[in-house]
């Protein structure tokens, strides 16, 4: 993911955060929605429960399950690429939604 | 052969009876190894092969069950997952070893988390290493359950869940498991009873040939004898005539027919009993049991990991009153490092109140975080055990203390009321002698201290009966000291969920039912029928 980064040095990140609102937090269901969400677009997607950090990749599964964000954690996104805006619209958005569960 | 009685937690509602089948979870080793381009390409195909079959069980599943599927592909298909893995194989591991032991730490992360929500994907994370492991070693492990019977295992796994056929009836119970487990929430939305947290399940070389499970209560008979058997069968006939019609009704307020409004509260063990609830369903929480919070931390868990438990708690009831109960440990609840083993009898010994006021280092702790949380929602705090009034207004000197000493550090906090459970006779009788906020009747220990008979002792367990004059005549009590000096009362033992019971109980004046979640709807159908 470090390497999308560097490819995409002419785009400055975006970030934005936002409440886990849903009732079990970035679980199984959520995990899966959010994935998808961000493999839709070209930009790097990292998710973290700090705002500087530590990043993990948006578009794998796994690795955002072993970030185990539970309900009510303040979730930050950083977003590096062409579709960046949209990306981080939509990523936002989903979140805000509760990923349909809340 | 005689019967043995089993005690757990419950993951889904329900009776059932049925041949046991015993889960054996192994998967062996293969013979064959490769060298590492080999094994990789095993690997690759294993991977690829298990998302496949799992494909292709989603094609026949919907809703929940195509879901938690669905995770399990996102998972295998995320090179993520298996990076380590071929790593390992390219420095000489064979295939099956090097998967095992990165899906094996993959799980320790998910066994150790805090969350339990997290902590229950364990059983997804099993699935789907052993899922794998079966491709590599080219063979069909899965076991076959007979629609019907009552699985009995360790844990079990979504895809063997998946894999009977539940439609003609069974059940599960589990020695581990949770309920917040894909596998308990399969089980609910299947109408399977599951009993989780049995214990270990030793049958000594003679697995038990038949099981009666109640889902209801938690509880497990295996081997029965004949006239238990009976008297079950009674109870699921009736059971599953009640239950179509009381499903309908969950998130109306409970009314019986002559029109009162009876507030119908929760009784929760963990937060985690609350996942997936609707908070409609009742008018707020009349008991959160705290042992569990000693239980998980082994010892004593800290302020912060208290405090942060009862705020979770108070933010989920958005507004509505929640009760929650001091450490009631001791009696059938030991917690190490702690109670006292060894007294020759633990229910009349220190336990509740009495240990928590031998340890106020312990229950200061508790206090301060309770004090803390009550800021974030209505909080009411009880006491268990309480037989005389100094025990309550030693606690209240306590609490005073420890909220002077948080507003003197300027943490926020405030002062929720203290109230008292009724399960000492002593208490029922003089419940006016307590200058306590309100009253909570604890039905199971007034229940076996009024009749001197224990419930899981089976020779004396009809005598354990709630229902019984004196014990109505005690709660009827209760209710008149709590009506003369106006503070609430409500009811948060068993006997509030047993609807043979609920005619009587609302007869000694009760108006506040407090029950398990599971339990609402059947209780709110029992309500509506009473005609007064």
Redesign the interface.
């Known amino acids: 993911m470090h390497d999308t980064n560097a490819s995409r040095a002419s785009f400055l990140p975006l970030t934005a955060s936002a409440v886990l609102v849903n ?3 970035l ?3 959520p ?2 929605k959010l ?2 969400c961000a493999k839709r677009f070209a930009a790097a997607i990292e998710i973290a429960l700090a705002a500087d950090g530590p990043w993990t ?1 948006a578009k ?4 955002v ?2 970030v ?1 964000a ?3 954690a303040m979730l930050y996104f950083r977003v590096a690429g062409p579709d960046g805006e949209a990306a981080l619209a939509a990523v936002i958005g989903l979140v805000h939604d509760g990923f349909g569960e809340a | 052969m005689t019967e043995i009685h089993l005690t757990g937690r419950t993951a889904s509602p329900g009776l059932a009876i049925g041949p046991v089948t015993v889960l054996m979870v192994a998967v062996e080793s293969r013979r064959a190894r490769g060298d590492p381009a080999q094994e990789t390409a095993a690997l690759k195909a294993a991977i690829e092969g298990a998302t496949a079959e799992l494909a292709e069980l989603i094609e026949a599943e919907q809703g929940e069950a195509a879901d938690i599927l669905e995770f399990q592909v996102a998972m295998l298909e995320d090179d993520a997952l298996a990076e380590g893995a071929f790593d390992a194989i390219s420095a000489g591991t064979p295939a099956d070893q090097a998967w095992r032991a990165v899906l094996d730490a993959e799980i320790a992360g998910y066994r150790s988390a805090e969350d339990e929500y997290f902590r229950a994907r364990t059983a997804d994370l099993v699935d789907i290493r052993d899922r794998v492991l079966g491709r590599l070693n080219g063979e069909d492990k899965s076991v076959e359950i007979t629609g019907g019977s009552i699985v009995a295992s360790d844990d079990i796994s979504p895809s063997t869940f998946l894999a009977a056929d539940w439609t003609r009836g069974g059940a599960i119970v589990l020695a581990a498991g949770s309920s917040s487990s894909h596998v308990a929430m399969l089980a609910r939305a299947r109408g399977a009873p599951m009993v989780v947290g049995l214990g270990p399940l030793s049958w000594e070389g003679r697995p038990p040939a038949l099981a009666l499970v109640d889902g209801d209560a938690g509880t497990v008979i295996f081997d029965p004898e004949p006239e238990t058997r009976r008297l079950f069968e009674h109870r699921m006939d009736a059971a599953n005539a009640a239950r179509a019609v009381a499903d309908a009704g969950r998130v109306k307020p409970a009314l019986t027919a002559g029109g009162r409004r009876i507030p119908v509260l929760l009784n929760i063990a963990a937060p985690e009993d609350l996942a997936g609830l609707d908070p409609a369903i009742c008018d707020g929480i009349g008991l959160v049991r705290t042992e569990f919070l000693f239980e998980a931390s082994q010892g004593l868990p800290d302020e912060e990991t208290q405090y942060a438990v009862y705020r979770r708690i108070l933010d989920w009831a958005e507004g509505r009153p929640v009760t929650i109960r001091t450490l009631d440990a001791g009696g059938d609840k030991p917690i190490s490092g702690l109670t006292i083993d060894g007294e020759s009898n633990p229910f009349l010994g220190l336990r509740g109140i009495r240990l928590s006021l031998s340890r106020p280092e312990v229950f200061r702790l508790q206090f301060r975080a309770l004090a803390r949380a009550a800021v974030h929602g209505t909080l009411k705090v009880m006491l268990p055990m309480v037989a005389v009034p100094s025990e309550l207004d030693r606690a209240r000197s306590i609490l005073d203390a420890e909220i002077g000493a948080l507003r003197a550090k300027g943490i926020a906090c405030a002062r929720p009321p203290l109230g008292i459970m009724i399960e000492v006779p002593a208490a029922a009788l003089c419940a006016e002698d307590f200058s306590a906020a309100f009253y909570s009747i604890g039905s199971n220990d007034l229940t076996q201290y009024t009749m001197a008979a224990a419930r899981d002792i089976g020779a004396v367990a009809d005598l354990n009966d709630a229902g019984h004059p004196a014990v109505l005549a005690l709660i009827a009590r209760t209710v008149e000291a709590a009506r003369k000096r106006d503070v609430e009362v409500s009811l948060c033992g068993d006997a509030a969920a047993d609807t043979r019971l609920t005619t009587a109980v609302l007869a000694t004046g009760l108006r506040t039912l407090s029950v398990a979640p599971l339990t609402v709807a059947r209780l709110k159908a029992a309500i509506a029928k009473v005609s007064s």
Do not use: E, L, N, Y
């Open positions: 009732p079990v937090g679980h199984a269901r995990s899966v994935t998808q990749d794998s599964p796994v690795k399950m072993r185990k539970p309900q009510g």
